[in-house]
């Protein structure tokens, strides 16, 4: 494993000691993080586990461990400190060391420029809430005819009065009447794309960086760009949870893996190193509360006082409905979207390699599109070479998540795109070398993101694609 994956497992591995023990109370949690990050060198360890059935992630999320985003066959790997194995043990499992480390200290705000500014980037090059908004800013100033920035609500903090940022969006498209309107009934199909909803997986917003450059640099030169862009709106959010990058970003070259938002609302305990927020990818209001959820709020997938109680999501939510019609009739799971219904979503995840559908909530539940949404999980997946399939057939079971609720409440075709190496490249973790961007995930994604922006217009008939 590289050294920029040990980094980025242990900085992950902040909240474990905390949750290996769970449930404990807020006073117990707060004596375990002391125990943990005392003289003892802020020993971390990586177990690999292996499993029996497919019913011991879940059981490992119940009991509270923190389940790296990776599977190696039947073995699952958990994060925690040397304590960890024993308790692993009571559940039954031979736990394995996989990894020894040190635990990265705190961080301190990075230092701020002469002039005054602060850096855009950090860790080699990866970008701040600050430049991706710069960036969006550019983009729609050197090609208003084919870039339009939206600001669609606000962050926690922002709305606390306490910093934060503005959520935004682009539109991108060779603009003609109507189009990048706030309005659902659009003449062109849609896709979308959003990134960094979990902060700490930092490829995914280098990602929609790239794509964002791609769709405007290359318009009139590459035939496939052209046709896309006269054809399709694609909306990019890139940054969805700015104040959780913001305390990424905070480490400089050591970045906090800070994963959930800056909600610290209800109460303290949590250390300094990640823990404080909630999982704005099990808060959205879809089968919340289920299955791969916590209720601690120390929990890395804490999901939150109530259902989309966060203002992220929210906002999320309320521009989704602004772009696209709510199509499936019914609220039942197994209610089906209409064929004939326009629009795709992708969520940008990393680094499990897999290309996720719906329902992500529980695996043994089927949407009314599910022929549709796994043949072009299917096909997605075979031009990353990942995975593909429901989240608890090839991983395990995550409720209250983005792609959930899109199809749920719209009939949006939605789903999640893992990011990961599975070739090999040493570009796996949360925060791989930043030219591992250029050289290996970007070449990758590029075309598994135009084959989906191409379905936008029909992702209910993926097999008349297959024809051609």
């Known amino acids: 494993m590289p050294r920029k994956t040990l980094l980025a497992t242990a900085a992950a591995a902040t909240v474990a000691a905390l949750t290996a023990l769970s449930p404990l109370s807020p006073p117990a949690l707060a004596h375990t993080q002391r125990s943990v990050t005392g003289s ?64 990265p200290l705190p961080h301190t705000p990075r230092p701020a420029r002469a002039t005054g500014g602060v850096d ?38 922002k709305q606390k009065g306490r910093g934060g940022h503005d959520l935004k969006a682009i539109c991108l498209t060779k603009m003609k009447q109507g189009d990048c309107q706030l309005d ?4 062109k199909p849609r896709f979308f794309l959003m990134s960094q909803i979990h902060a700490r997986e930092l490829t995914t917003g280098e990602v929609s960086w790239r794509w964002i450059d791609t769709l405007t640099k290359d318009y009139g030169k590459d035939p496939q760009i052209t046709a896309l862009m006269d054809s399709t709106e694609m909306w990019v959010v890139p940054i ?32 300094g190193d990640g823990q404080t927020g909630v999982d704005l990818n099990r808060n959205a209001g879809t089968h919340w509360g289920g299955l791969g959820t916590s209720k601690q709020p120390c929990s890395e997938i804490y999901l939150g006082p109530a259902a989309d109680s966060e203002p992220e999501n929210t906002a999320l939510e309320g521009l989704f409905r602004k772009l696209y019609p709510a199509v499936r009739k019914g609220t039942g ?31 043994t539940l089927h949407t009314g599109n599910d022929a549709a ?52 490249r040493n570009c796996d973790g949360f925060t791989p070398a930043f030219s591992c961007q250029d050289s290996y995930f970007w070449p990758k994604l590029k075309p598994a993101l135009l084959a989906a922006a191409k379905q936008a217009a029909a992702p209910y008939k993926t097999s008349a694609d297959h024809k051609h």
């Open 373 to 424: 949404l796994r043949a072009l999980a299917g096909r997605l997946g075979k031009l990353t070479g990942y995975q593909s399939g429901q989240a608890g057939e090839i991983l395990y079971d995550a409720s209250g998540g983005t792609d959930d609720w899109t199809y749920d409440k719209l009939g949006l075709a939605s789903l999640t795109i893992e990011i990961g190496d599975v070739d090999g």
């Open 240 to 271: 969805t949870n700015p104040d959780g990058v913001d305390i990424v970003a905070q480490g400089g070259d050591n970045p906090i893996l800070q994963r959930k938002n800056a909600d610290d609302s209800q109460g303290g305990g949590c250390g």
């Open 40 to 103: 003892d060198g802020h020993t971390v360890v990586v177990y690999r586990v292996p499993t029996h059935d497919r019913g011991d992630a879940q059981k490992l999320i119940s009991a509270g461990y923190d389940l790296i985003e990776r599977r190696q066959g039947n073995d699952l790997f958990v994060m925690g400190d040397p304590s960890t194995a024993a308790g692993l043990r009571r559940l039954g499992f031979a736990p394995a060391v996989d990894e020894t480390m040190l635990k």
């Open 333 to 363: 799971d197994s209610d089906p979207a209409p064929d004939t219904a326009k629009g795709l979503m992708i969520s940008l995840h990393s680094d499990a390699s897999m290309v996720l559908l719906p329902w992500e909530a529980d695996h």
């Open 184 to 187: 659902p009934k659009a003449p």
């Open 120 to 157: 855009d980037t950090y860790d080699g090059g990866y970008h701040t809430v600050d430049a991706h908004y710069a960036h969006l800013d550019q983009i729609a100033a050197q090609h208003p005819d084919m870039a339009k920035v939206v600001t669609y609500g606000q962050s926690w903090l």
